[in-house]
Structures are given as structure tokens and as C-alpha cells.
């Protein structure tokens, strides 16, 4: 009896804490709501159940972890969110930059140090107006269409100026324009983005073939990296861009942690290689995650979907698979959103040769489930290709597309 006491004071102590009502999405789709008490030297995780129960399980069994209850940050004035060649994307807002490195103050991970070299640049919060656009350009072109040893400053105005940074503080950046031989001071609260040099950026890691992590903070912060360990409610993480950093995350700090090159890894966890998308009649409507191509939820038939890909008649998504992958799985059709419109043919390929195609997919009907073998396949294509009456509601989803494997990679560490 007094052990049976015991153990609903354990649970009644974690629903309290608040931390009980985290939940863990499982690869075979099932759900576990847990707190997560630290990890072993070899990659598994110790959960404390809201029984009072203690179990530990592999960290590539998992496909993401929800930490409810926690309130999105507001954006404040002077904040930059920095963008990091790995495409990370840091939020905070500068203290100092000393010799190679910038001084940042963040929510996420509390004071760190970047080197310059992981770094594309930043651009200042919150993105507005035609400025805000033209800042997210900085990082949409081609780094050909930039001056290789320069830098790039756009101040709100829109207007550009290309040097070299000398020095930067919370309040201040100063710029060296070498073609004007002069200094430019301008107010950090005045920019709109910075697109560092080029040539002084180290090359961008490409996907790791071990399984990862991606940490997801309040503040909008997202970072992959290796799992270095658990302590005292930090999850430490070495992100995959710099072998000798780790950034430290209070799991108060933390929305959400996906687990990437596990045993199941959503496409929508992935960018595409490449995205082919060219409509004939229909407006342009590039592929969306985990929506379906309008914007709205992912819902075939009567079953909505929480994860997927939705993308507009015709197109081709390309994805980096490294021949890690037994199987791919998805379940396929036009999207509820349009009605009875729209015809599709989906297919897959690997390295080029078709292996999957379906017949004329219809708007209206329930959702076919498919199961592809893609042992070997180093780059997976998803095409949509439009049916019977050209590409005229073809909203086509990809809904849960996922890849499998038997077992992991080696374990990140």
C-alpha cells in the first residue's frame, strides 16, 4: 500500500511541475507523454512517466519531442535573428565583435561567442515592409551576385553599401568603404541585414550521415546539431557547422526537439536539393511543409495530416538521401480544399529510374497509401504531374512522407 502511495506522489509531483505533459512522437506514430530526466554516455534518453514509472528509451526511436506550455516569445526592437552557413538561425542581439568572433546575447542559450566564419550574416527583427524584404533577399541570391571579399549592409531604407565591417556594438556598426576611403558608422536599430564576405566563410556542412538533432526555442532560435548530453535541465548541443562549440539550452527555453536520421525522418524535416515547380494555367504555388500548397491544413479525403508536403501541379522535389533509407511511405491525393477540382499523376524516383507511378488521382477522393523500397537510392524525387484538365485545382499533397531505415547510423556524439 505505501508503495502504491509513493508512486502517485512521484506522478502527482510531475503533473504539477508541469513538465508531465510533454509529448514524445515515437517513430511507429506512437504518442508518450513523459519528462525527460537526462541522457546516457550511449544515446538513449530517461523518462519519468506521469505514473511516477521510469523507462529509457533509444533517441533515434523518437521523431520529435512537444514541450507544452511554453508561450512564444515576443520580437523586440534591436533584436537580429543570425543566420549561420549551416542554415541555422539564431535570435538575439550583439554586444560586441572582438577580432573573429561576435559577442551575442540570446533568450535560447544565454550569452555565446560565434566565429565570424559560421556566419551568412543577420538581419534585424521584426522583418517589415519592403526593407524586411529585401533583407531576406540577401540570402536568396547567389553568393556570385555579391562582391567576394565585401560585405554587404542594407540599412531600412533599402539602400546597400558594400565594405568591409571594422567593429560592431549593441548600438553601433562601423563599416570601411574601401571605394569612398572612408569609415561609415550606422546605428544597429538603422539596419535592415548584413550578408558577410563570402571568402571568409567557411563551406556549408552538408547533411550528416549520424543521426541529429534539431532544438526549436521560444524565441524562434533553430539549430542542428549532435546531442552532447543532459544536465541539470540544459540540453547541451554541438552544432553540426563548428566541432569545438556547444550551445547550451535550458529546456525552458526549448518548444520543440526533432530527431533527424533516426529510424523514420519526415521529408518535412528536410530542405529539398532541388524544386522544380512550373504551373501552366494556375498561379504559381510553391511547395509548402507540413500545409498543403494554399496554406490551409493537410487534409485528404476525411483524414487530416500533421506532417507532409503540399505542392501545385506540375512538380519535382528532390531529396539528398546519402543511401541511408529502406523505404519510403506517404499517403497521396488532391487536397479537400478544392473540392472534386483537380486530376494528378504522382510518381517516384530514385537516381533517375521510376519507381513508383499511380494512375489519375482525383480531387474528392480518400487518400492512397504507398510503400516505396528505396535501398541504395542516393537522391529521391517527388513528382506531381497534372491529369485531366491541365493543372486547374491540382493541389496535390504528399501527406506523411517519410523515410525508414532497420537501424540508425552511428549515434551523434
Known amino acids: 500500500m505505501k508503495a502504491k502511495l509513493a508512486v502517485a506522489a512521484i506522478g502527482l509531483l510531475v503533473l504539477a511541475s508541469g513538465i508531465g505533459g510533454d509529448e514524445i512522437l515515437f517513430h511507429d506514430g506512437q504518442w508518450l507523454t513523459a519528462m525527460i530526466d537526462g541522457a546516457t554516455p550511449d544515446g538513449k534518453l530517461n523518462l519519468r512517466l506521469t505514473s511516477g514509472e521510469t523507462r529509457t528509451v533509444a533517441v533515434e526511436d523518437i521523431v520529435a519531442i512537444y514541450f507544452k506550455g511554453r508561450e512564444t516569445r515576443s520580437i523586440r526592437s534591436g533584436m537580429q535573428e543570425f543566420r549561420l552557413v549551416s542554415g541555422d538561425r539564431i535570435r538575439g542581439r550583439i554586444v ?55 560585405d554587404t549592409v542594407l540599412d531600412r531604407r533599402a539602400t546597400s553599401y558594400e565594405g568591409v565591417i571594422e567593429t560592431a556594438n549593441e548600438k553601433n556598426l562601423r563599416l570601411d568603404l574601401d571605394r569612398m576611403m572612408q569609415s561609415l558608422d550606422m546605428p544597429i536599430l538603422y539596419l535592415a541585414g548584413v550578408r558577410l564576405a563570402e571568402k571568409e566563410k567557411m563551406k556549408a556542412p552538408g547533411l550528416p550521415p549520424r543521426l541529429y538533432l534539431r532544438i526549436h526555442a521560444r524565441d524562434g532560435t533553430a539549430v542542428d546539431g549532435y546531442l552532447k548530453g543532459i544536465r541539470h535541465g540544459m540540453w547541451l548541443l554541438q552544432p553540426l557547422c563548428r566541432d569545438n562549440l556547444c550551445l547550451p539550452f535550458p529546456v525552458e527555453e526549448m518548444t520543440m526537439v526533432e530527431v533527424l536520421n533516426g529510424r523514420t525522418l519526415y521529408l518535412s524535416q528536410l530542405s529539398p536539393a532541388s524544386a522544380e515547380e512550373k504551373t501552366i494555367l494556375a498561379p504559381p504555388h510553391p511547395f509548402k511543409v507540413n500545409a498543403n500548397c494554399l496554406g490551409g491544413p493537410i487534409v485528404i479525403g476525411s483524414q487530416e495530416y500533421a506532417w507532409g508536403l503540399g505542392v501545385h501541379a506540375n512538380s519535382a522535389l528532390t531529396y539528398s538521401l546519402h543511401r541511408n533509407f529502406k523505404k519510403f511511405h506517404a499517403s497521396i491525393g488532391v487536397d479537400k480544399q478544392v473540392g472534386r477540382n483537380g486530376s494528378v499523376i504522382f510518381s517516384v524516383h530514385g537516381d533517375g529510374r521510376e519507381l513508383f507511378r499511380s494512375g489519375v488521382v482525383r480531387g474528392g477522393e480518400e487518400a492512397v497509401k ?23 485545382g491540382d493541389c496535390a499533397n504528399w501527406a506523411m512522407a517519410r523515410l525508414t531505415r532497420e537501424a540508425p547510423p552511428g549515434k551523434g556524439g
Not at 112 to 141: H, K, N, T
Open 96 to 150: 560586441a565583435m572582438k577580432g573573429d568572433d561576435l559577442h551575442i546575447q540570446t533568450h535560447a542559450a544565454g550569452d555565446l561567442v560565434l566565429p565570424m566564419e559560421i556566419l551568412d550574416g543577420f538581419i534585424s527583427l521584426p522583418i517589415v515592409g519592403r526593407s524586411g524584404r529585401r533583407a531576406e533577399q540577401l540570402f536568396e541570391a547567389r553568393p556570385s551576385d555579391f562582391i567576394p571579399y565585401a
Open 370 to 392: 504507398i510503400s516505396v523500397p528505396v535501398e541504395g537510392v542516393d537522391r529521391l524525387t517527388l513528382k506531381v504531374e497534372c491529369g485531366e484538365d491541365f493543372d486547374l
